[in-house]
């Protein structure tokens, strides 16, 4: 299968994910989006408690918003803030929900290993032409999914950097066993 009529893959359905799927839409491009949660914007859920620093005008995106529009959607008070949830119940879960978008999300699909079709670590020549080969862990079984592109927003909230120097785990960062 030539890989330019393959699906974009997505992972990680918050607000840049979401984002992102508005934009491929916007640019007839099929696509797929795995959120490892139960429902879109899950790691924010998590800190639905906090009040963003920024209005909603910095956190709304251009594209997506378009695609609201043409909805029953309301736009917030782009200079007034909110909290997590308040973005979530009025901005991801609208989105998310969008006729276009909605078909195209699989939730509590955590991707496991993304790879190139019939490469190994041996082999190069082609590597470029080759669709990616998304293995993706959905409750208790594993599914496979051709990509023609990987747009990585799974983002950092749950996978948190090291603290010591060059990337490394600092002295009694993880408690012994």
Known sequence: METNKLLVAIIGAGAVGLAAAAHLIKRNQPFILFETGKTVG??????????????????IDKVAEELLLQTSWQ????DSSHTGKEFYDHYLKPLAN?????PYILTSSKEIAINRKNMDKMKTSGRNNQAFVLYVEQGEKNTSFEARAVIDASGTWQNGNPLGSGGLLALGEIADP
């Open 42 to 59: 899950s790691n924010i859920l998590s800190w639905g408690h906090v009040k963003v620093f920024s209005p909603w005008k910095y956190n």
């Open 75 to 78: 736009s917030p008070d782009k």
């Open 98 to 102: 969008h006729p276009l978008v909605k």
